[in-house]
């Protein structure tokens, strides 16, 4: 029996779809319409002779063949695109020293590093995870190149590169406190996201208290993992083992934007950009 090759078109489709939860705000991204998307997962699912998608009237769901499929699917398109990415991608070369607020780590920051040095061997990229003000400060002492990190309310410094909703979590059977304050976990003074935390709390007239606090971002992480607290991260970067709450008062958003002398090591710091976005987009929401 020979065994068909699957289309990349059909897979990036069905996995578009699968991310977006369905098919219309799939066709927006690829910007194709709604039936062109359905036909296209049809075709993918004639060729399997496997039905991958669930189409309720509350939306689309994925089969047990679906979630099979989803993770290889991932796997190819990832592939394909570091190969094309090689190939005709102009060549670069150089150093680039950079800063990352430990905001972006727990889920992003290792596949891109990976792809992007596997596709650009040439570049020497060197990498320091810290707190968004302190590379900053690192930056303007010579020792960091750029900056990704977070921009505080009312700055205008910085290029925006994406932006994120800050979030209450805490672990899966985590219950708050009836008869005690709010029990969080947070970074030091300083962190823009424990002053959008404690000011939407003074706001919402809720009481808490500090039980917990790191000067990483890990740690505060571990901690409501383990259900001591409740903490707020941002959504893009949440690691495995947290929940969102969604009856804690609302933080807002924060604005990640790079810093430094982005237009003189363009040719570096562009591509670096494309996939910083790229693994967003394909991040599940």
């Known amino acids: 029996m020979r065994v068909p090759d699957l289309d990349l078109d059909l897979l990036r489709g069905f996995v578009t779809v699968a991310e977006r939860g369905g098919f219309t705000a799939a066709g927006t991204a690829l910007g194709l319409t709604q039936s062109a998307i359905s036909l296209k997962v049809k075709r993918l699912e004639d060729i399997l002779g496997q039905r991958v998608l669930d189409r309720g009237g509350r939306g689309v769901a994925l089969t047990r063949e679906g979630e099979t499929l989803l993770a290889y699917a991932r796997r190819m398109l990832a592939l394909n695109d570091e190969a094309v990415r090689r190939m005709i991608a102009p060549p670069v070369e150089g150093r680039l020293r950079l800063g990352v607020a430990d905001h972006f780590i727990p889920r992003n920051l290792a596949p891109v590093l990976a792809s992007f040095t596997r596709t650009y061997p040439q570049v020497r990229l ?39 909703t800050i979030v209450w979590v805490a672990a899966p059977d985590w219950a708050a406190p009836s008869d005690r304050p709010l029990p969080i976990a947070m970074l030091p003074q300083g962190c ?52 969102v709450l969604p009856d804690l008062p609302v933080c807002g958003t924060a604005e990640m934007c790079l810093f430094g002398d982005a237009d003189g090591r363009s040719a570096l710091v562009e591509p670096l950009i494309g996939f910083i976005r790229d693994s967003l987009d394909a991040a599940p929401a």
């Open 192 to 243: 823009m996201f424990r002053d959008r935390a404690l000011a939407a709390l003074a706001r919402a007239g809720m009481a808490f208290e500090v039980v917990f606090t790191s000067t990483s971002l890990p740690g505060v992480a571990a901690a409501a993992q383990a259900g001591f607290a409740a903490t707020v991260l941002g959504r893009a970067g949440l690691p495995p083992g947290l929940v």
């Open 126 to 164: 060197e990498v320091e995870v810290g707190r968004s003000h302190e590379l900053r400060g690192a930056m303007a002492d010579g020792a960091l190149d750029l900056v990704l990190g977070k921009r505080r309310d009312g700055e205008t410094e910085g290029r925006p590169i994406f932006t994120e």
